[in-house]
């Protein structure tokens, strides 16, 4: 037996709140593989918390300032509020600006610039709810806003009954949450087509075909990024006099053979061998398998500018 407050009733069912915590933990997935893609960092992300609250008593437990985005998701009605926290907000901002190094975490507003920049990673989050939610009800988001101060910015009456999903979001050493605040007048048309007997069918398929889906996602957001390989001509040693003193037209005996492969470097790993050649009028390196035989499914020229 638990007491029951009749100012603030339960808006959602135990049934509502088991399929919204499938969803949700989905959306999690979903979301992990997104950031990551889109920082180029290792990112995880969990379902921590699914509460029941007011308006009011979300906005009192916001940060000040807060990063709050507002959007909309057609059909539904309404706006949904989504908090970063700090502590993940900040660190999210120095890896899209190219900073690998810990700058910290700092609680102020943001500036335009950042806010920018921070438009992206909003964005992502969008991108996972639409995929969490699309077998259920096409969602077609729009990030209307960021905010800094959730006083002057009401997106739902004060006494209505909000659904909390507080996600906890690791990068690195840095760990912050990310909540979704979703008002049940919005939510309300969307609940009869939900159901646990549904959303448990749909995470045992999904559980199975959990690899194979994953590992297309990530096919798919690693295609546009570029990686720098390196050939490794050779190596050598030499005194700081000797090298003080090279001039044009030296020659500087490498360790490598000629006729001999030679390793192609993806920053500090070796992941191909190849051999020197010319491509045109150009010098190259043409990739061969491990073995030392040309590969028909790898292969190519890097030439020399």
């Known amino acids: 037996m638990r007491r029951y407050d009749f100012h603030r009733p339960d808006k959602f069912s135990r049934e509502n709140l088991g399929a919204l915590r499938v969803l949700h933990d989905n959306m999690a997935r979903l979301l992990a593989t997104n950031l990551s893609a889109h920082v180029r960092s290792a990112v995880r992300v969990s379902l921590i918390a699914l509460d029941q609250m007011t308006y009011v008593e979300?906005?009192?437990q916001l940060q000040s300032p807060v990063i709050l985005g507002l959007a909309r998701f057609a059909p539904l009605e309404g706006k949904v509020g989504i908090e970063l926290c700090h502590g993940i907000a900040y660190p999210l901002l120095?890896?899209?600006l190219g900073n690998s190094h810990d700058a910290?975490?700092?609680?102020?507003e943001l500036t335009d610039i950042e806010t920018a920049v921070l438009q992206t990673a909003f964005e992502r989050v969008l991108l996972s709810v639409e995929e969490a939610w699309d077998s259920v009800k096409k969602l077609d988001s729009e990030l209307e806003s960021i905010e800094t101060s959730p006083f002057f910015t009401q997106f739902a009456p004060p006494n209505e009954m909000m659904l909390v999903a507080g996600f906890l979001v690791e990068i690195g050493e840095h760990q912050d949450r990310i909540n979704v605040a979703w008002p049940h007048m919005l939510l309300e048309p969307a609940l009869p087509g939900l159901s646990v007997q549904h959303w448990m069918g749909q995470a045992e398929r999904s559980a199975a075909d959990d690899d194979d889906g994953e590992r297309e996602q990530l096919q798919q957001h690693v295609q546009d990024v570029t990686v720098n390989l390196i050939a490794e001509l050779g190596t050598t040693r030499v005194t700081i006099g000797d090298l003080l003193h090279l001039e044009e037209g030296d020659v500087v005996q490498l360790d490598q053979r000629i006729d001999r492969p030679i390793p192609i470097y993806a920053g500090d790993r070796p992941v191909l061998s190849g051999n020197l050649g010319r491509a045109?009028?150009?010098?190259?390196?043409r990739i061969i398998s491990d073995n030392?035989?040309?590969?028909?499914?790898?292969?190519?020229?890097?030439?020399?500018?």
């Open 58 to 60: 979300f906005v009192d």
């Open 280 to 285: 045109g009028s150009r010098y190259g390196v």
């Open 104 to 108: 910290g975490v700092v609680e102020r």
């Open 292 to 305: 030392g035989e040309e590969s028909d499914s790898v292969q190519g020229y890097f030439e020399s500018g």
């Open 94 to 96: 120095e890896r899209l």
